[in-house]
């Protein structure tokens, strides 16, 4: 089964969708955009301008999965796009949780079988299982992320490889995704936008979440609960996000129900972790989603009113570049790419990594048989990298020149910006946390795992 068809004809199905697509343009590499313009709202720079549907849509927030810097390699299309954002919907489409009962066959009740019904199964043996009706609930908005393309999923995620890693083919990526097809589901309160839930698992097509035997599930106080197989995890960032004084929070699970729990053992074991009391399912600007396969930022429209846009990002680059930074060895200009891939490979500046001096290509320095380089600068040897911008506005917790890069892939961002990713533990593995690069995914290395950039500029 073909699960990551994007031509699938199920595409601007959910009314959302369109007014997203019209809102805000995917950024393909390929699509020819005027350069100057803002890139969450192209509407933005003539706001004062009559636009019915930018002036209708009430933004909640963005979910951005690390490792893209603003859009997916192929380009965004429709449901798979590098960040999905979350409006309102013109009709309130949440539900909540109504009466339950005891089934002998849950595949044979009506509220399983009547497709317009909300309903999660907790299969408890082969003759028992447990159905919780969830009611149509006025006051919230959802929306479902997961793997599969199938219409009631409004963000459609793929696991992620970091971009220095071609990884398996297409076809055992599938085989091998770790991500849930119906992973979890987002509810917002439509009259408060800063509560929203996050609930492991989603509705299907028949609006069905079953929880098969071996799933882990308890009733505690006659309410029923359970986790997914890899569980849902999220880390609520200590402190403000913006600002970059947040420090990484514990990572908690998140069941069926809105739950919070300490950890399993290891990430599908069958024993539930221990209920977190103090803590809720409730995302703050910052925290991270761990669906185990691809981890997704949770930015709310607050916040990212305090980040830079992708305009302010490019005007950061351009400033750079109009010190005309030079190469100390070629003395030829450097010009530091908006894009991944740079115009010129003449100007395309390289830092090295160990000194952060910043150069263009050249031959000096070459150490035998190594791919490490002797920098002209200050003789120290260490491997180089291109140099490029982090344009991914979401990530930056606060604005300022992009004065660091992150180790090993030369993503610039601001000081504070690359501080705060460094001490970030993203699941990695079965047990395991790394810091990564949140504009590549590619693991940080060395110790601080970024660099203090060294310009020569302004020179003349
Ligand atoms: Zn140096
Ligand atoms: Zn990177």
Redesign the pocket.
């Known amino acids: 089964m073909v699960i990551c068809s994007d031509g699938d004809g199920t595409e601007g199905s959910l009314v959302v969708e369109q007014t997203t697509d019209t809102v805000d343009p995917p950024h393909s590499p390929t699509s020819k955009h005027n350069n100057s313009r803002p890139y969450v709202n192209p509407h933005g720079s003539n706001s004062h301008h009559n636009n019915d549907k930018t002036k209708t849509l009430t933004k909640y927030g963005e979910l951005v999965i690390l490792g893209y810097n603003g859009f997916l390699p192929p380009g965004d299309r429709g449901r798979r796009r590098s960040k999905f954002i979350l409006y309102k919907r013109s009709v309130a489409n949440g539900v909540k949780r109504s009466k339950h009962y005891v089934v002998k066959t849950p595949h044979n009740s009506q509220a399983v079988l009547n497709v317009k019904q909300h309903s999660i199964s907790y299969t408890l043996s082969r003759t028992q299982a447990v159905i919780v009706e969830y009611t149509e609930d006025d006051n919230t908005d959802m929306f479902q992320i997961g793997r599969s393309s199938e219409p009631p999923i409004d963000f459609v995620v793929m696991d992620t490889y970091p971009a220095n890693d071609n990884g398996p083919s297409n076809e055992s990526r599938m085989a091998q995704s770790t991500i849930s097809r119906f992973a979890c589901r987002i509810l917002t309160d439509r009259h408060n936008p800063t509560i929203t839930r996050i609930y492991a698992a989603g509705f299907d097509s028949s609006r069905n979440i079953f929880l098969g035997e071996k799933a882990t599930k308890w009733q505690e106080n006659r309410e029923i609960d359970g986790l997914t197989t890899n569980g849902i995890l999220i880390m609520h960032p200590q402190g403000q996000f913006c600002g970059g004084e947040a420090k990484c929070g514990a990572w908690r699970e998140i069941s069926v129900g809105g739950g919070v729990f300490s950890l399993r053992e290891s990430r599908s074991a069958q024993q539930k972790g221990n209920v977190v009391d103090d803590e809720d399912n409730i995302l703050k600007d910052g925290t991270l989603i761990d669906l185990c396969g691809a981890t997704l930022l949770w930015r709310s429209a607050e916040g990212l009113s305090k980040s830079p846009t992708k305009h302010d990002l490019e005007e950061l680059v351009d400033a750079i570049n109009a010190g005309r930074p030079q190469c100390p060895v070629g003395l030829n200009t450097l010009v530091i790419p908006r894009k991944t891939v740079s115009d010129s490979a003449q100007q395309q500046p390289y830092v090295?990594l160990?000194?952060?001096?910043v150069q263009g290509y050249h031959d000096w320095g070459q150490e035998k048989d190594k791919v490490t380089r002797r920098?002209?600068?200050?003789?120290?040897a260490g491997p180089t990298v291109k140099l490029c911008m982090g344009i991914e506005p979401a990530f930056y917790v606060d604005r300022g020149p992009p004065t660091y890069a992150f180790n090993p892939c030369g993503h610039m961002a601001t000081e504070k910006t690359v501080k705060y990713w460094e001490k970030i533990a993203i699941p990695h593995g079965t047990n395991g946390y790394i810091a990564i690069c949140p504009f590549c995914a590619v693991p940080l290395e060395g110790s601080p795992g970024y660099v203090k950039l060294?310009f020569q500029d302004n020179v003349d």
């Not at 160990?354 to 001096?357: F, L, T």
């Open positions: 090295y160990k000194c952060g001096h920098c002209p600068m200050c003789l120290e060294i």
